[in-house]
């Protein structure tokens, strides 16, 4: 979810109580400045999504593979 700070300020206790389930992307005039997430990640969860960005076989550095990995955002 994304909220501008004013927003952000305003509601603290609503925000707050939605990071537990999913990240708080805070903007400033129109950039992200800040993202509140919980700190109970679930760190299986987080390498699971990372299985298959690079194939093992790859003859791919690690500047190809960043650029892959930004490019799919």
Do not use: C, H
Request: net charge positive.
């Amino acid at each position: 979810m994304i909220v501008t700070a004013t927003e952000f300020k305003a509601n603290l206790g609503k925000y707050l109580e939605m990071a537990m389930k999913q990240d708080i992307f805070i903007t400033k005039n129109g950039k992200n400045i800040a993202r509140l997430t919980s700190p109970t990640v679930n760190k299986l969860a987080v390498l699971d999504s990372l299985v298959g960005i690079a194939p093992a076989d790859s003859a791919m550095d690690e500047k190809i593979i960043r650029e892959e990995r930004l490019a799919r955002q």
